[in-house]
């Protein structure tokens, strides 16, 4: 029997604040800069002389003027109104890898040992963080089975780039770059596997998935390969939560065809201990460390695609790579087929020093714990999820999901008119994050993608269930109540048919006033 | 000023279908899919939808036409429907249909929703054409046309958005097989023309996403892939549909959206040919075959372009075959594969596999066919 779990009552913050710009009065301020004393102000010279004339405003910024309390005021309701990942059972942002980061790692990224220090001092003068990167690296090499590492890239799709520039230098120093322009991807990758090369400037194939495994076939694949084949950009475990047990076969064919294999693992949460990129054939891999390896995420950064790549590569790496000469880390230059600098300087190193903490406290043990409590968790949640009238899971002959699982509403769209869009815009009235749908299009009509990593618990997991079961419930009792939602967040239901009109978005607040002239009162108070 | 809503129920479509006589067209038909004891399905079928929409009904005023035809199933819902035109009650036919649809082209109604099959829609494709935007809930028997919505709710949801201008339309196909044929298990389907449907993102898509280019780019985006890639020493054959007239409107030439045209160095060399023609035409010199996915049921041949039959494909040879498609339209057969039917077995068995289709200028799915 079904244990009953009792919902929280839950009302978020509503403080109906205006944007920052409408805020304030004439003359008020929030700190008053100091008059030079006579002394100093004859010994110098007007600031404004140094900068050049080209880029000197001709007139002052409107910018609003407010006090320090009140600017504090207005962030501190800002941010009362969000759903932050440490609020919440934060299970629905599959493929996000939202797990617990620990908060002790905090400490570590404010030592002034490292908010000290510059990245333009010398080498010699910053031998703890390269020691810590370098042994990060050594860490992350045994991980997937990879040579060597490059942590410049700010994000998971940064190192997807990165990788897509470096399978296109592979071929350019073999001159081949001419005729071979096409990367293969398969419709369940990330999107970023088909976007990064197509803005690397390759052709993209995408494999569709079999409508009975999910997966794509190795005969579509031997269809797409040529020798203008550059190479496979693939995902494992897709974005449905299915590995694709085959990976190797794929990786030789295209090996076979003269291109690369590059591993996205982004997924990798499930795979720790258990499944290598090395193993598998790949060329260059990379992982996203503020996702799997607990740096803290979400509101886009400061995150951390690392790329690692096999020996024969090594020299496509971006500049500098961190080196090791038994006594003292080095920043190596000297590798003239280096695809470049993907970003300033080393990349985001806090990323790397909680990440590091991290693995150190986890043990090799604890990573492979993490993995199998993670398939644990998904497949836990899949046989309560299956309870619940309305919810399908796509492709239900692949029984076992590893680290995520992608539901469809359909039958409850079918059914009462709720579809995914309505359940996940009704979740956040229960203080549940709202969850995402999947990438699109969607080949899996009405679709939802949880994630529950290894920092749920049962009872998490639990509740989760309940709140969508409860949801489920409403939807065929009252639908129109989903329909509307939400009735308890920050703001309520917004007009979706602006969301898709470029007339009416507005990127700046000068182009807010261009859009809404007239219709709105400037300057309002707070 | 209030909406306005048409409504053509075929009473009788479908009924075939329950006795197995493969559609109900033609009075012989009918009387004996009702001697075998066929029941209708459409008033239903108008139902669910009509109660779908009642909540929003002091919106829009109804138009219908009498008894069975729409007038039956608006009062048996509460409407109270503006009822137009007159009837045999019982004894309902094709030109009913033709007419109701011609009143509510003159009333200019915002939508002309119609209850039926392939045959009703083309009914209503003779006499409305693209000039309003119409959406058909399947009751029929064949459903080869791309204008029917897959349930009341979802017909339900995309009326009330048309209505409140939420929604764009698109073209979508009116085909329909020759039932005769069919009876006796042959198949020879035919476009017809495009019918204009209200057309929800949402169905691929979550609506806050936003970044998926609209079916009009996606269509100009494939074209200049295949302008620009055009070897002059070839002669490039364009199948019917919009996405490969899409094509011929970019090269600035005169185009037969449901027939095929054939085109060399980009300037157009032969318009709306036939098999015959075709044949000629290829006599000696190299082809290629431009097609798209035509109808819901994700045909690539032998559905509205008989034309490109077995022997010109034979000839051309599959590697100058070039499937293009909107990845919206691959999306919609939902994993469904793409099918030929040719005629020819053998050319069919060559056709079948994995192919390429176009979606964009520098992208490719490779899909299935069987």
């Known amino acids: 029997m079904r244990e009953a779990i009792e919902l929280k009552e839950y009302h978020a913050h509503a403080w109906n604040e205006p944007i920052i710009m409408e805020m304030g009065h004439k003359g008020e301020r929030g700190f008053i800069i100091p008059k030079l004393e006579g002394e100093i102000e004859k010994a110098t010279d007007d600031a404004t002389h140094y900068i050049p004339k080209k880029i000197l405003r001709k007139k002052m910024p409107k910018l609003p003027e407010l006090s320090q309390p009140h600017v504090l005021r207005h962030y501190l309701r800002l941010s009362q109104q969000t759903l932050g990942m440490a609020l919440n059972i934060d299970i629905g942002m599959g493929t996000c890898t939202m797990k617990y980061s620990p908060i002790i790692n905090e400490e570590l990224i404010k030592l002034p040992q490292l908010t000290d220090i510059h990245p333009y001092q010398d080498e010699i003068t910053v031998q703890g963080i390269l020691e810590i990167m370098y042994e990060f690296a050594t860490i992350i090499k045994e991980i997937s089975g990879m040579d060597e590492f490059t942590f410049q890239p700010g994000g998971g799709a940064h190192g997807i780039y990165t990788n897509a520039s470096i399978i296109r230098k592979y071929h350019e120093v073999n001159r081949e770059l001419g005729k071979r322009n096409e990367i293969i991807t398969t419709l369940f990758s990330h999107p970023a596997d088909a976007a990064c090369p197509a803005t690397a400037g390759f052709k993209i194939i995408t494999l569709y998935p079999d409508p009975e495994t999910g997966l794509p076939d190795i005969e579509a694949l031997k269809s797409a390969v040529s020798n203008r084949t550059a190479g496979l950009m693939i995902t494992n475990p897709e974005d449905t939560g299915i590995f694709n047990h085959m990976i190797d076969e794929f990786v030789a064919v295209i090996h076979e065809a003269g291109g690369l294999c590059s591993y996205d693992q982004a997924n990798s949460n499930a795979l720790f201990g258990i499944a290598r990129a090395k193993e598998a054939g790949f060329d260059v891999c990379h992982f996203n460390i503020h996702k799997a390896f607990s740096s803290p995420h979400g509101c886009m950064g400061p995150a951390c695609g690392v790329v690692g790549v096999k020996r024969e590569l090594a020299e496509f790496l971006p500049i500098p790579v961190i080196i090791f000469d038994g006594s003292k880390y080095h920043l190596d230059y000297d590798r003239p087929n280096s695809i470049g600098k993907v970003r300033q300087f080393l990349g985001n190193v806090e990323t790397i020093v909680r990440a590091y903490a991290w693995v150190l406290g986890m043990g090799a043990e604890g990573l492979m714990k993490v993995s199998e409590t993670s398939v644990i968790n998904t497949n836990y949640l899949i046989k309560k999820m299956l309870t619940i009238p309305g919810v399908i899971m796509a492709y239900p002959k692949q029984k076992i999901r590893l680290d995520q699982v992608r539901f469809s509403l359909e039958k409850l769209k079918e059914d009462t008119g709720v579809g995914t869009d309505d359940v996940s815009r009704r979740i956040v009235d229960f203080g549940v994050q709202e969850y995402f749908t999947s990438h699109h299009p969607w080949v899996v009509p009405e679709p939802f993608l949880p994630e529950p990593c290894e920092t749920y618990s049962k009872n998490d997991i639990d509740y989760w269930v309940a709140v969508i079961r409860h949801i489920c419930k409403e939807a065929y009792e009252n639908p129109v109540l989903v329909k509307t939602a939400p009735h308890n967040q920050s703001i309520s239901k917004i007009n979706e048919k602006h969301l898709n009109d470029p007339k009416k978005w507005a990127m700046t607040w000068r182009a807010y006033i261009r859009k809404t002239r007239g219709k709105m009162k400037n300057n309002r108070n707070s | ?370």
């Open chain 2, 1 to 370: 000023m209030k909406k306005k809503l048409g409504l053509i129920v075929n009473p009788i479509a479908g009924m075939g279908g329950s006795v197995g006589l493969k559609g109900t067209d033609g009075e012989d038909i009918l009387e004996k899919a009702k001697n075998l004891g066929a029941i209708p399905i459409a008033p239903n079928r108008t139902n669910e939808v009509l109660e779908e929409i009642s909540f929003f009904k002091e919106s829009f005023n109804l138009f219908t036409y009498p008894n069975e035809m729409g007038e039956d199933e608006a009062k048996a819902c509460s409407f109270d429907p503006i009822v137009l035109g007159s009837i045999d009650k019982g004894k309902t036919t094709s030109a009913n249909t033709k007419d109701a649809a011609k009143e509510m082209l003159k009333l200019k109604v915002d939508l002309v929703l119609f209850v039926g099959g392939d045959g009703t829609a083309r009914d209503i494709y003779e006499s409305v054409g693209d000039r309003l935007p119409t959406l058909g809930i399947p009751s029929g028997v064949k459903m080869h046309s791309g204008v029917f919505t897959k349930t009341a709710k979802i017909a339900g949801k995309l009326i009330m958005m048309l209505l409140r201008g939420e929604v764009t339309t698109r073209l979508a196909e009116v085909m329909d097989i020759d039932e005769e044929a069919f009876r006796q298990n042959r198949l020879s389907a035919k476009l017809y023309g495009y019918l204009k449907i209200p057309y929800e993102m949402q169905m691929v898509q979550s609506v806050k996403s936003g970044s998926v280019p609209t079916e009009k780019e996606a269509m100009e985006e494939i074209s200049w892939y295949i302008i620009d890639n055009m070897k002059d020493d070839y002669i490039y054959i364009i199948g019917p549909g919009t996405t490969t007239k899409t094509i011929m409107k970019k090269l600035g030439l005169e185009n037969t959206l449901l027939g095929v045209d054939v085109i060399h160095k980009r300037k157009l060399i032969a318009l709306d040919v036939n098999e015959a023609k075709l044949l000629e035409l290829i006599q000696g010199r190299k082809a290629k075959i431009v097609v798209t996915v035509i109808g819901g049921q994700g045909f690539i041949f032998g559905r509205g372009n008989q034309q490109i039959s077995p022997k010109v494909i034979q000839k051309i040879g599959k590697e100058n075959i070039i499937v293009i498609a909107t990845e919206n339209k691959i999306s919609s057969l939902r994993g469904k594969p793409l099918s030929v039917d040719t005629g020819d077995i053998k050319i069919d068995e060559m056709l079948r596999g994995y192919i390429r289709v176009i979606t964009g200028y520098t992208k490719a799915i490779i899909y299935k066919v069987v």
